[in-house]
């Protein structure tokens, strides 16, 4: 069994795939993910940790 790998994802993203990819390794619907992030981007927080997320997490090969 292979360990999982953390990927920005190349097949279900809007803006970087960060939320798609997040969604694609914890077994979750990547729109649950959105709403999260979007609730997050309320306080603030939410736009620093996407963009640093994006800068961070590779992208799919």
Do not use: H, W
């Amino acid at each position: 069994m292979q360990p999982k790998k953390l990927y920005r994802s190349r097949t279900n993203r809007l803006i970087c795939g960060v939320c798609g990819g997040l969604g694609e390794y914890m077994n979750v619907d990547p729109t649950i993910i959105r709403l999260l992030l979007a609730l997050l981007c309320f306080t603030g927080t939410g736009i620093v940790a996407y963009i640093i997320a994006a800068i961070i997490i590779p992208d799919e090969y």
